[in-house]
Every structure is written in C-alpha cells, then in structure tokens.
C-alpha cells in the first residue's frame, strides 16, 4: 500500500481566493474521510464519503466549502472566498468497509495559511 | 465538538520512564483508538481496543479500557526520544459507519 497521499502539502493564499486539495485514498478503501486541525487541538470531523456517496457533512463545514470524490476513488475539497480562520491542516483519511479493525488511515495533511 | 479529552495535556520525562496518558470521554462506544501525531505530521494508527476489551498490548504499548468509567489509559514503556509526540485517542460509535471523534491530545516530550 502506498498510504493516503494529500496535494498540496502547503498552500498559502491570500483571503478572498479559492483553494483545492486533493486526496488519494489507499486503493480500494472505499470510506473517505476529511478532517480539520488547528494548532494545539485534535482533528474535527468534516465530512466523510462511502464511494462517491457524502453520506454527512459537519456544521464546520460552511457553503464555501465544498468536497467531491466523483468515481469513489480520489476525493477534492475546495474551499472557496477563503478567510483567515481557514487556515488549518486539512487532514484526509480513509478506510475499508467491512475490515475487522475498521482503522482508519491518515494522510500527511495539507497545510493552509490564508494570509 | 470533542468526544475524548486526554490527560495530561501535557508530559515531560526522561528516556527509559513509562508514560501513561489517559482519555476520558462521554457517550457509549464500539471502540476506542489511540493515535501518534509529530508535529506538523500525520496521525498515525497505534492500537485499537474494542468496547468489550479491557486491555490490549502492542509492542511497548499497552491500552486499557474501562467503560463503565467512560475512560482508557495509554502506557508506553521504556520510553525513548523517538516517542516524543502527540498522543489522540478517538472513540468509534456506531453510526452506518466508523465515525471516529478525537480528544485534545497529550503532548509527550521524552528528554535523552
């Protein structure tokens, strides 16, 4: 397995602007997850994904943003008019439904700093 | 919102000591996992103990689990300098799937 890969590792974007990442899940994990990290606190759940089905959404995640995985494989999350209370690590995991252990596997993050 | 709160948040002890971390948390689980974060890194899976589990071991890590407290404990024994991290626990409730809510973390530092 090659793990969870996330892109851009670091994007640092001016308020107002839009920003995308991207998530590659482990193969044929079909559970998706997105979280969010500010510093000093543990992960908040975003949104998750069972293929290409949002099944739930957090109240944190607000109208700008906006997360897809279209063919249950990768997954994007776009935020857009972007605020300074943005900034944050966006943390992607993923899992396999069925798997005895039901572990959830995390990505490296994506760090964001709207300045 | 958070479902764990770790405790301490904070420790600080020196190579080859035993750390012990513990999470409390508030509503019925079917698990409860234990993750590794370095800074600016992330999380890492280290053990997952289930809601009728006491106790599990792995490697130098042994989780306990009491559910009528709503607690579990993380020990790490003989510490070294490569442990020195964030330490989450998360709980899995049901839910049609593994949701998985994290606590505040400890941060360990563990001195050479």
């Known amino acids: 397995d090659t793990g969870v890969s996330q892109n851009p590792r670091h994007k640092i974007t001016k308020r107002g602007q839009n920003v995308t990442f991207r998530c590659d899940p482990i193969s044929e994990h079909n559970r998706l997850y997105w979280y969010r990290q500010t510093l000093g606190q543990g992960p908040e759940f975003l949104t998750y994904?069972?293929?290409?089905?949002?099944?739930?959404k957090s109240r944190l995640l607000s109208d700008r943003f906006s997360a897809e995985r279209p063919k249950g494989s990768f997954s994007t999350l776009e935020i857009q008019r972007t605020e300074q209370g943005d900034s944050a690590m966006y943390l992607c995991?993923?899992?396999?439904?069925?798997?005895?252990?039901?572990?959830?596997?995390f990505g490296e993050g994506s760090w964001l700093t709207v300045v | 919102s958070q479902q764990g709160e770790e405790d301490p948040q904070a420790l600080s002890i020196q190579e080859g000591e035993n750390a012990t971390m513990n999470c409390s948390y508030k509503?019925?689980?079917?698990?409860l996992q234990w993750y590794r974060q370095n800074s600016g890194r992330g999380l890492v899976h280290l053990i997952l103990?289930?809601?009728?589990?006491r106790e599990k071991h792995s490697g130098r890590l042994r989780v306990t689990l009491d559910t009528s407290k709503k607690s579990s404990s993380l020990l790490i024994t003989a510490s070294r300098a490569a442990d020195t991290a964030s330490y989450f626990c998360a709980t899995g409730v049901s839910g049609g799937y593994q949701k998985v809510t994290f606590g505040t973390g400890t941060k360990l530092q563990v001195i050479p």
């Open positions: 509503t019925s689980i079917n698990n």
């Open positions: 995991a993923s899992s396999l439904q069925g798997q005895e252990r039901n572990t959830i596997y």
């Open positions: 994904f069972q293929n290409e089905a949002q099944l739930e």
């Open positions: 103990i289930r809601s009728n589990e």
